[in-house]
Structures are given as C-alpha cells and as structure tokens.
C-alpha cells in the first residue's frame, strides 16, 4: 500500500517552520514582503515543476478572477519577485531550512 503524502500538512508546518526563519532586515514599517513568501514562492517553482520563475508567476496569476495557487496552495500574500526572493533568502544559512526537509 503506498502512504499518501500529507500535502496540506506540509504547507501548514512549512508555513511555522518559515516563520521563525531568521530576518536579516533592520525593521521597516514599509516592508512589503514577508520571508514565508519568499521561501513559499521559491518552494513553489520546484512542486510545480516550472523551467523559470517568470513563466511559473505568468502561469499561476494568469488572467483569472479569484486566488491563484500561491495563495490557497503555498499561502503566500505578496508574490517577490526572483530579484527580491534572492535578496532576502540569499543571506539566510541553509542549515536553517534543514528541520523541515527532516519533517518529510
């Protein structure tokens, strides 16, 4: 028997896990975009098997009305750009993000 993937679990712990990421920006009330995005939107790229972050971003806002899979699938508000991802992911220390690949 082959043990389904708990999907909607992982984003849930995943969306805890990016939360306490640590945030190497000099606090702002005008900060726009939160580390949980970044990492979400980035995370996104490889479930969705997409070649570039621009055709992934095309193809999930798309020309529909309502939400888009980043924001009932990853949970993400604010959609970075891949600029703006890897400046805010780019100082972060990868180790930091092991805990929650051990979780899967």
């Known amino acids: 028997m082959i043990k389904q993937f708990p999907l909607q679990a992982f984003f ?3 969306q805890a ?6 945030d190497q920006r000099k606090p702002n009330p005008n900060t726009k975009y939160q ?7 980035a995370l996104s790229i490889f479930i969705m098997q997409s070649q570039s ?3 992934h971003n095309q193809a999930l806002s798309g020309k529909r009305k309502g939400k888009n899979n980043l924001q009932t699938l990853f949970q993400v508000e604010n959609v970075p750009s891949d600029n703006q991802i890897r400046n805010l992911l780019d100082p972060i220390n ?3 993000f092991a805990s929650q690949f051990e979780w899967v």
Request: hydrophobic fraction near 50%.
């Open 12 to 14: 849930e712990q995943s």
């Open 17 to 22: 896990a990016w939360a306490q990421l640590p």
């Open 35 to 41: 580390l949980s995005d970044a990492v979400n939107s």
């Open 53 to 55: 972050f621009l055709a």
């Open 94 to 96: 990868p180790l930091e």
